[in-house]
């Protein structure tokens, strides 16, 4: 699907995979067909950016953790949405 519009969530403990669901129906209803987002891998505690990981392999749980990010895409997947992981080394979108 070719994206018709795209919006970036700037992920964080204040503003979680839970807060992000809560706005999928908001964003579909104003066209946009694509998420992506800052690093949602586990970061330094208290990050507000997660470009400082301290592990790769999991999702950071101040986002609400797997399940939570596992939620977020089952709601845009049931809008015909998707999300787009930002990587920071080499730049760029990775589908999820």
């Known amino acids: 699907m070719t994206p018709r519009a795209t919006y970036r969530f700037q992920f964080h403990k204040d ?3 839970a807060d992000a ?11 946009i067909s ?5 690093p949602i ?16 392999t999991r999702i950071n749980p101040e986002l609400g953790g797997e399940e939570a990010f596992r939620n977020l895409v089952a709601a845009l997947r049931a809008r015909y949405g998707r999300y787009y992981r930002h990587r920071a080394q080499p730049h760029g979108r990775c589908r999820w």
Not at 34 to 38: I, M, T
Not at 42 to 53: F, K, L, P, W
């Open 21 to 31: 669901e809560a706005l999928v129906p908001y964003l579909d209803d104003l066209g």
């Open 34 to 38: 694509h998420l992506y987002a800052s």
């Open 41 to 56: 891998t586990t970061a330094r505690s208290g990050s507000t950016h997660g470009y400082d990981v301290v592990d790769p």
């Open 15 to 17: 503003f979680t995979f």
